[in-house]
């Protein structure tokens, strides 16, 4: 076993990122209240810049982005009522059944097109029609990002157009939503527009320790809080949470920009090795996609863990993200373990 490094570069995620000294600094000085009687003046205080930012009028701060997405479907959906979403989405792979183990929700999952979207006349034939055989279709759930994919305005403006001529409400988990407003270069807002509920997730490349945001009318933020009560309750002085997201939001927005440019910096390098493909041109944010032509990922995996690299394989390939606790010093580092690493040699000679 090498021995640990002081400091890992670790691509796993951005969810790995620690508070800033910035955000160090606001918890010490944070005013505090009680959330659950809503007097936390700095949670207040991060809702409303939140509300502001994306463009509505009430904002409900959760501690994860996966509770804020429940908590919106259990907001927008009853029991037997279907919400329409990408197969691999965050809402229905990855959060546990929640929709349907809690709430009764019905998934009904559709393939994701190469852009991240699902194709319109795939919503529309999926929308069922008033009849008793069938569940009754509710919620359209789009993601933005998507595998780090900056969703085309064009494509989401497609899938909106049809739910709304269908009467059904809208959906954005908007975990990153961020990056793909940095990435555009436009307002945070005009991504957000046209959605019911939007969520936030104040602890992926934003930096802070945890934490989201559900964005709504001041109406469905009511039902979202009975819901988070429902999920387990809100958190007492979540002021400290708070204070991290408003640095988050104020001054660590525009840093994202730096994480973009390191992955591509890194998908251009891996591009050079000829035993991995790698996907350059859907570098749109933080986010890395390669499948390894020989060798295997556990292997490299653990040739780069000797040298103080943390990667997760995923199947036949890798997702290697960006973070403003990855700099571009530590590219070239990673990528010279890349070079380093002859696919297909045995974990134990690699030394
Ligand atoms: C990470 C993520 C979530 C969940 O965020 P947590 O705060 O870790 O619960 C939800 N949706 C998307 C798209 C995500 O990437």
Redesign the pocket.
């Known amino acids: 076993m090498a021995p640990a490094p002081e400091r890992w570069i670790d691509l796993r995620s951005d969810?790995v990122t620690r508070p800033s000294p910035a955000m160090y600094q606001a918890m010490a000085e944070a005013p505090l209240g009680d959330d659950v009687y809503g007097d936390d003046p700095t949670v207040n205080k991060l809702q409303a810049r939140a509300a502001d930012l994306l463009g509505f009028e009430a904002t409900v701060l959760f501690p994860?982005?996966?509770q804020s997405?429940l908590a919106a479907l259990l907001s927008h959906c009853g029991r037997g009522d279907e919400v329409i979403a990408g197969a691999r989405y965050?809402v229905i792979s990855s959060e546990a059944g929640g929709a349907a183990a809690l709430g009764g929700i019905v998934p009904c999952p559709l393939p994701i097109t190469a852009a991240g979207s699902m194709a319109p006349g795939d919503v529309e034939a999926a929308i069922k029609p008033d009849d008793p055989h069938y569940p009754r279709t509710r919620l359209v759930c789009l993601?933005n990002t998507w595998d780090g994919r900056v969703v085309p305005p064009e494509d989401i403006h497609a899938v909106q157009a049809i739910a709304r001529a269908h009467g059904l409400a809208l959906h954005l988990?908007g975990?990153?939503l961020m990056n793909a407003a940095v990435a555009l270069g436009r307002p945070a807002r005009d991504l957000a527009a046209g959605f019911d509920s939007v969520?936030l997730?104040l602890?992926?490349g934003l930096g802070g320790p945890a934490g989201?945001l559900l964005c709504a009318s001041a109406e469905f933020a009511g039902r979202a809080r009975r819901a988070r009560k429902i999920l387990g309750g809100a958190l007492r002085q979540a002021g400290l949470i708070a204070a991290c997201g408003l640095v988050a939001l104020d001054h660590q927005v525009a840093g994202l920009a730096a994480d973009h440019a390191n992955a591509r910096r890194l998908a251009e390098g891996l591009a050079g090795l000829d035993w991995l493909r790698v996907d350059v041109a859907g570098v749109h944010t933080n986010m890395v996609f390669l499948d390894l032509l020989a060798g295997d990922p556990g292997a490299l995996t653990e040739y780069a863990a000797a040298r103080g690299i943390k990667l997760r394989s995923r199947r036949s390939g890798m997702r290697l993200v960006t973070h403003r606790d990855v700099s571009a010093a530590d590219i070239d580092t990673v990528l010279a373990a890349f070079r380093g690493f002859a696919a297909g040699r045995p974990a134990s000679a690699a030394e």
Do not use: I, L, Q
């Open positions: 969810t994860t982005a996966t997405n965050h993601e988990d975990a990153r969520t997730c602890s992926k989201a």
